[in-house]
């Protein structure tokens, strides 16, 4: 075997509350994290030469600097292996968009180069390095629907959604969350959630009904900032979605049905000028590996 094909979805947040920030800088978070069916594609090919990343899409780096790349350069380095990789990312995630795709494709080379390069790590390890690598990775190891803290790497598995038709709206206008979070004015003392997790839990098993409790915080700054953004919100909340929402720092929103046929007249009632418009259902794992 040297080669693996991995197929790796999108994330939407369905509550995300920004809690405090920390003495370390970041902001502790809780969030639910849902995998939806909205893919890049990758394929991995081991060689004895360097790790060597190629991707059409302009938005997506092929140096050092992709997370692609780290996640093959940290895998080497603590296991000590010599093999190389090429990476090939087929990009259809939309770059810096709050879906999460970079942290997908890097937890996708984790994967994929722990059977590859014939490692023996365990989930465990494995997760440590997800980690490091940044906040969403290590959702991406398992996917599903599961319950993040800390900065989201804390992770705690929910009942999973299995029903909805989502309908995610991504404008060609990328928002870093680190400038998000930044924009927060936490104060001095901790903000009262205005739900908590324990009362969003016990309605996943009916998701998505219209009393859907969660909210993202991070749309109180990047609406204001970002008026196209704030735009495309209003007018899918104007299909009547069970729900709709900003997804991690934006820049997509997205929405809700419980049926086919209003996802389909709502996409088809929608106007989304430049933004793309992408459909999909929630997805109960991860990353997929498939040998070739």
């Known amino acids: 075997m040297k080669t693996i094909e991995a197929r790796t979805p999108a994330k939407v947040n369905l509550h995300l509350e920004v809690l405090y920030q920390r003495e370390d800088g970041?902001?502790?978070?809780?969030?639910?994290?849902?995998?939806?069916?909205?893919?890049?594609?990758?394929?991995?090919?081991?060689?004895?030469?360097?790790?060597?990343?190629?991707?059409?899409?302009?938005?997506?780096?092929e140096d050092r600097t992709n997370l692609c790349h780290r996640a093959a350069k940290l895998l080497r380095a603590r296991t000590g292996v010599d093999y190389g990789v090429?990476?090939?990312?087929?990009?259809?995630?939309?770059?810096?968009?709050g879906l999460g795709g970079g942290s997908s494709d890097a937890a996708a080379t984790l994967l994929a180069l722990r059977k590859?390069?014939?490692?023996?790590?365990?989930?465990?390890?494995?997760?440590?390095?997800?980690?490091?690598?940044?906040?969403?990775?290590?959702?991406?190891?398992k996917g599903g629907t599961q319950l993040g803290r800390g900065i989201g790497d804390e992770l705690s598995p929910l009942p999973a959604v299995q029903s909805g038709h989502f309908l995610v709206v991504s404008p060609p206008v990328q928002i870093r969350a680190a400038w998000a979070y930044a924009q927060l004015r936490m104060g001095l003392t901790q903000e009262t959630a205005k739900i908590t997790l324990?009362?969003?839990?016990?309605?996943?098993?009916?998701?998505?009904?219209?009393?859907w409790p969660g909210f993202n915080r991070l749309g109180d700054v990047v609406f204001p900032a970002h008026p196209l953004v704030h735009r495309l919100?209003?007018?899918?909340?104007?299909?009547?979605?069970?729900?709709?929402m900003l997804s991690g720092s934006g820049s997509s929103v997205y929405a809700?049905?419980?049926?086919?046929?209003?996802?389909?007249?709502?996409?088809?009632?929608?106007?989304?000028?430049?933004?793309?418009?992408?459909?999909?259902?929630?997805?109960?794992?991860?990353?997929?590996?498939r040998d070739r």
């Open 116 to 141: 590859l390069w014939q490692l023996d790590l365990d989930d465990e390890h494995l997760h440590e390095m997800a980690a490091i690598l940044g906040a969403d990775v290590p959702f991406f190891l």
């Open 86 to 97: 090429d990476i090939h990312i087929d990009k259809q995630i939309p770059v810096a968009a």
């Open 233 to 244: 919100y209003l007018d899918l909340l104007d299909t009547d979605p069970a729900l709709a």
């Open 26 to 61: 970041y902001h502790e978070i809780e969030t639910i994290f849902q995998a939806i069916g909205i893919y890049d594609c990758l394929q991995l090919r081991r060689t004895k030469g360097p790790i060597h990343i190629t991707c059409e899409h302009p938005d997506v780096p």
């Open 198 to 211: 324990r009362h969003i839990k016990p309605v996943l098993s009916r998701f998505p009904e219209r009393q």
């Open 256 to 289: 809700v049905y419980n049926t086919e046929a209003e996802v389909m007249h709502a996409r088809e009632s929608l106007d989304p000028g430049p933004a793309s418009v992408w459909l999909g259902g929630p997805v109960s794992g991860g990353v997929v590996l």
